[in-house]
Structures are given as C-alpha cells and as structure tokens.
Nanobody, 125 residues
Framework: VQLQASGGGLVQAGDSLRLSCAVSGRTYSSSAMAWFRQAPEKEREFVAAIRWSGGSTYYADSAKGRFTISRDSAENTVFLQMDNLTPEDTAVYYC???????????????????WGQGTLVTVSS
C-alpha cells in the first residue's frame, strides 16, 4: 500500500484547506485511514480517521466542528477538509492506513502500518 498526501500550503487564520491522500495498492473492507499531524518539536498527534467500509468517522477534540474527513472509494482517496484554520493547526500532516485497525486503537499511531510522506500546512495569524 502506498499513500501520497497533497494539498498543504500557506494560508491565513480563518481560511480553509483540503488535503488529499491517494491510496494505491490493496485496500481491505476492514481497513481504516487517518490523518495525523506533527508540529515543530511536538509529538505526532491524531487528527481524524475514517473506516474505508461504512465511512464511520472519528475526530480529535481539536478537529471536531472544523475538520471533516471523507473518502472517495472509486478514486481510492481520502480527504481532510479543514475550515477556520488557526496558527495552532500549523504542522506537517500525514495520512496513514492499515487493514486491521480496531475501534480501540484507531486514534493511535502504532495502529497504522502505512504512512504517506506528509504535507506541510502553515497558518499565519
């Protein structure tokens, strides 16, 4: 499985961005995909996740109400729509995937075997 993230950039506070993660290789009905982010000198943290089958979604508290994760099964692509961005959202955003993620672990980095290369989001004040 290969993941290719894109869509990052420099925006101002209050703006929106849409990240994309194109998936190639095999996908499984029980798989999940997620977005994590890592700000300078901070740990990589969970942002949002989605079940490939069924489309159930999960969000970090910081993302609820502002970010929306979605998928296009036909295009094997997962999106992260980010609205009302703040400088605290500045980070490298990574997409991740795995075919055996449980509800208990869906927010944990260790649950994901496959990672994209990251896309930088910078939000100026």
């Amino acid at each position: 499985v290969q993941l290719q993230a894109s869509g990052g950039g420099l925006v101002q506070a209050g703006d929106s961005l849409r990240l994309s993660c194109a998936v190639s290789g095999r996908t499984y009905s029980s798989s999940a995909m997620a977005w994590f982010r890592q700000a300078p000198e901070k740990e990589r943290e969970f942002v949002a996740a989605i079940r490939w089958s069924g489309g159930s979604t999960y969000y970090a508290d910081s993302a609820k109400g502002r970010f929306t994760i979605s998928r296009d099964s036909a295009e094997n692509t997962v999106f992260l729509q980010m609205d009302n961005l703040t400088p605290e959202d500045t980070a490298v955003y990574y997409c991740a995937a795995d075919n055996a993620v449980s509800l208990a672990t869906i927010r944990f980095r260790s649950a994901y075997k496959y990672w994209g290369q990251g896309t930088l989001v910078t939000v100026s004040s």
